[in-house]
């Protein structure tokens, strides 16, 4: 692996999957790096690692301006209940520091599931492996290459206050 590269960008030539690697500078918002990366903020997923059980978990990719309805995820998952690992152990399943978790190239393999608004979307950018490593790809490569499980897990986040 060079040095410019990242598990993530290993994964995806390895995999052969249709993708641009969007470089900046790292952003301190979501919105910076939607601006940053040219794109809308609804195409900006995070990638968030939840837990189902003992070394359990499970990636949800979220659109930012989104956020995860508990009740939806637990409902799709069948599972009366989840809890988000803390940076330390997220890193420990990963491979990855919290805020460029993605399941690209992951140290584990776990299940993905993808919020259904993404497959609006034209391209959707998912973080690369490392701050400032961006992936831009097609929702649908995106799913097939994760093997994700698109389902509605996700409510629109309130405007925030000024």
């Known amino acids: 692996m060079t040095q410019d590269s990242t598990p993530a960008l290993e994964?995806?030539?390895e995999g052969g999957v249709a993708h641009e690697v969007v470089r900046t500078r790292p952003a301190g918002s979501?919105?910076?790096s939607a601006e940053l990366q040219g794109i809308e903020l609804g195409q900006l997923l995070r990638t968030i690692v939840?837990?189902?059980a003992d070394n359990d978990y499970v990636f949800v990719l979220v659109p930012a301006g989104r956020r995860f309805d508990w009740p939806k995820l637990r409902a799709h998952l069948g599972v009366s209940r989840l809890?988000?690992?803390d940076a330390d152990e997220a890193?420990?399943?990963t491979g990855y520091e919290r805020?460029?978790?993605t399941?690209?190239?992951s140290i584990n393999a776990w299940p993905v599931v993808a919020d259904l608004s993404i497959t609006n979307l034209d391209k959707v950018a998912i973080g690369g492996g490392r701050r400032g490593v961006n992936i831009h790809l097609t929702p649908t490569a995106l799913v097939e290459a994760t093997g994700a499980n698109v389902a509605d897990v996700t409510t629109q986040e309130p405007p925030t206050q000024r």
């Open 11 to 13: 994964a995806l030539a």
């Open 30 to 32: 979501a919105e910076e």
């Open 50 to 52: 939840v837990r189902r």
């Open 83 to 85: 809890s988000l690992p």
């Open 91 to 93: 890193r420990a399943v």
């Open 99 to 101: 805020g460029a978790i």
């Open 103 to 105: 399941p690209f190239g």
